[in-house]
């Protein structure tokens, strides 16, 4: 392998929503490389920037009937018993819920928990206060789906942050998902949350580093007690 494919090899590429904003970037960036060279530089290390946050790297999924990957990359910031929102329609009873806090530098490509069928998805308009506060899936804009799988119904909240101001999904009500399956993105830093079946036990910890796709936050057919955790 040459040097050249080498580097390929280590680059994620650049989701399709990303297009306009680095056509854009490399375009403002010409332009000011010709009038005011300093500002045209600057221009262009915001575009490299734009290109790193909306890349999309090959995620490998763990598949079991059960296992419920992680939707999203980032910092587990909550785990606990939550009212699931309204507009889904999973009831009025606390659920477990794992939240997943994305900051600017992560991968901002969600993908599926696990298999199943989109039976509902609804969206809620409100604030763009910090996503990893208790308070912002209450209070924030937020875009929700059901997924209808063999072990249940999970909720995924896709939520807006102080920085995000766009969710993007790429699904629609009736689609069927695979565990791993690129399902939205949100822009700017953000958060997603996952409600997961009474008595279900999350088998990260919060602080903990997610991948999307590849960590497993719970296994809905394991009957073993939560694991403790040890941080080194």
């Known amino acids: 392998m040459s040097v050249i494919d080498s580097i390929r090899s280590g680059l994620a590429p650049v989701h399709r929503e990303g297009y306009p904003f680095v056509l854009i970037g490399a375009a403002v960036s010409a332009v000011l490389l010709w009038l005011v060279p300093p500002l045209g530089w600057i221009c262009v290390l915001i575009t490299i920037w734009i290109c790193y946050f909306f890349r999309d790297p090959e995620r490998v999924t763990p598949i079991r009937d059960g296992l419920v990957v992680s939707p999203a990359d980032g910092r587990i910031c909550l785990i606990g018993p939550a009212l699931p929102p309204p507009e889904l329609g999973l009831g009025d009873v606390p659920l477990p819920r794992v939240c997943i806090f994305m900051n600017v530098f992560d991968v901002h490509v969600n993908r599926a928990p696990l298999a199943g069928r989109i ?6 308009p409100g604030k763009f206060l910090s996503a990893d ?6 209070d924030n804009e ?14 995924v909240v896709q939520i ?7 969710i993007v999904s790429f699904v629609r009500e009736g689609d069927s998902l695979s565990p791993g399956e690129r399902f939205g993105l949100i822009r700017f830093g953000s958060r997603v949350d996952v409600y997961l079946p009474p008595g279900t036990h999350a088998l990260v910890a919060e602080g903990q580093r997610a991948i999307a796709g590849e960590t497993v936050l719970a296994d809905i057919a394991a009957t073993a007690p939560a694991p403790t955790f040890r941080v080194d």
Request: proline share 0%; net charge positive; no cysteine.
């Open 119 to 124: 039976t509902r998805i609804a969206y809620r």
């Open 142 to 155: 937020r875009s929700g789906m059901v997924l209808d799988t063999a072990i249940g119904e999970i909720g």
């Open 160 to 166: 807006a942050g102080l920085v995000a101001r766009r």
């Open 133 to 138: 506060l208790d308070k912002a899936s209450e």
